[in-house]
């Protein structure tokens, strides 16, 4: 599961040669904050700011976007929640500069940073959807997963067990296929990133430190 990540850095758009963003969005994203989706359009290439977690076109309200941020491949047409969006081939990417997981020690969780070695941005598969609730438009997005039991990174995450996921990494070479993809069969594109071009590291979140009137009396 991906809960937690950092969307890619203006120096990773411009290496790229994609699109500019044109609206602002937070330097780190959890379930229900905004992020950049790119999509493809019969205009080419677009960005979209989405929820994180999709909000599928029944929800009568966005809270379902704390439970829908990550969708199985293996169930994604069995769900109500995505199979509206997988039957109409609404799949897009989420760039990433770096992705978080909880890696245990002594059954504790720490916080783990995986990212690309040359420092390129990662494109990570995700199905996005469009819905009213009320008067509003909501747009919003799922990264999509896959087993990662034998994956030589990813089967480190997690809590210990045999359950074991990790979000589906479209290659850079493949974007372009990925993004004009009319099939809800997308397990050509199920396979584990190549770990060699991949590293990870502990990444501590960072403290925020209280401001109480004691600590400012002597101000």
């Given at each position: 599961?991906?809960?937690?990540?950092?969307?890619?850095?203006l120096?990773?758009?411009?290496?790229?040669?994609?699109?500019?963003?044109?609206?602002e969005y937070?330097?780190?994203?959890?379930?229900?904050?905004?992020?950049p989706?790119?999509f493809?359009?019969?205009?080419?290439?677009?960005?979209?700011k989405?929820?994180?977690?999709?909000?599928?076109?029944?929800?009568?309200?966005?809270t379902?976007?704390?439970?829908?941020?990550?969708a199985?491949?293996?169930?994604?047409?069995?769900?109500?929640?995505?199979?509206?969006?997988?039957?109409?081939?609404?799949?897009?990417?989420?760039?990433?500069?770096?992705?978080?997981?909880?890696?245990?020690?002594?059954?504790?969780?720490?916080?783990?940073?995986?990212?690309?070695?040359?420092?390129q941005?990662?494109?990570i598969a995700?199905?996005?959807e469009?819905?009213?609730?009320?008067?509003?438009?909501?747009?919003?997005?799922?990264?999509?997963?896959?087993?990662?039991?034998?994956?030589p990174?990813?089967?480190?995450?997690?809590?210990?067990?045999?359950?074991?996921?990790?979000v589906?990494?479209?290659?850079?070479?493949?974007?372009?296929e990925?993004?004009?993809?009319?099939?809800p069969?997308?397990?050509?594109?199920?396979?584990?990133?190549p770990?060699?071009?991949?590293?990870?590291?502990?990444?501590?979140k960072?403290?925020?430190?209280?401001i109480?009137?004691?600590?400012?009396?002597?101000?």
């Amino acid at each position: 599961m991906c809960a937690n990540f950092k969307p890619l850095t203006l120096k990773q758009l411009q290496d790229l040669k994609l699109p500019d963003i044109p609206f602002e969005y937070p330097g780190e994203v959890y379930p229900g904050y905004d992020l950049p989706l790119l999509f493809k359009s019969p205009q080419g290439l677009e960005w979209r700011k989405v929820m994180f977690g999709l909000v599928p076109k029944w929800a009568e309200d966005k809270t379902i976007a704390s439970k829908t941020y990550n969708a199985r491949n293996e169930t994604l047409s069995q769900k109500p929640t995505f199979n509206n969006a997988l039957m109409k081939y609404k799949f897009g990417v989420i760039p990433v500069a770096e992705f978080y997981e909880s890696k245990y020690f002594d059954h504790k969780p720490q916080r783990w940073g995986v990212r690309r070695k040359d420092g390129q941005a990662i494109f990570i598969a995700a199905l996005y959807e469009i819905c009213k609730i009320g008067d509003e438009v909501v747009r919003s997005a799922t990264m999509i997963t896959m087993d990662a039991i034998d994956h030589p990174m990813m089967k480190e995450f997690h809590e210990p067990g045999n359950v074991k996921r990790s979000v589906i990494v479209i290659p850079h070479e493949r974007l372009n296929e990925w993004l004009s993809w009319k099939s809800p069969d997308i397990r050509s594109f199920v396979e584990g990133f190549p770990e060699d071009e991949f590293e990870c590291s502990h990444v501590p979140k960072a403290k925020i430190e209280k401001i109480t009137p004691q600590l400012n009396f002597f101000d």
